[in-house]
């Protein structure tokens, strides 16, 4: 059974950190893994992405703030979210994509960046 299931999500303050894991199974083989968010309303949007080779793409919005990682071995990816602005605050979905083109997704964890 295929499944993505995230973890650490919760409150923070405004300039504080948060580090998300997610981890996958069911699958044999992952080519990228990323992490998506989604306000209500609004589409889901690319947060960071990471290929098996360890090259990672972020959306502009984050970079230089956000770094994502991943444990090829364990099948996880993980995102150590710093500086958080409260327009980060959204609910974060990890993703796989496998290499017949299926993208599977996580539930999702609810990042909240308030005082």
């Known amino acids: 059974q295929v499944q993505l299931v995230e973890s650490g999500g919760g409150l923070v303050q405004p300039g504080g950190s948060l580090r998300l894991s997610c981890a996958a199974s069911g699958m044999f083989s992952i080519n990228y893994m990323g992490w998506y968010r989604q306000a209500p309303g609004k589409e889901r949007e690319l947060v960071a992405l990471?290929?098996?080779?360890?090259?990672?793409r972020y959306a502009d919005s984050v970079r230089g703030r956000f770094t994502i990682s991943r444990d090829n071995g364990m099948n996880m990816v993980y995102i150590q979210m710093n500086s958080l602005k409260p327009e980060d605050t959204d609910v974060y979905y990890c993703n796989a994509k496998v290499p017949s083109g299926i993208n599977y997704w996580g539930k999702g964890t609810l990042v909240t960046v308030s005082s």
């Open positions: 990471i290929t098996s080779g360890g090259m990672a």
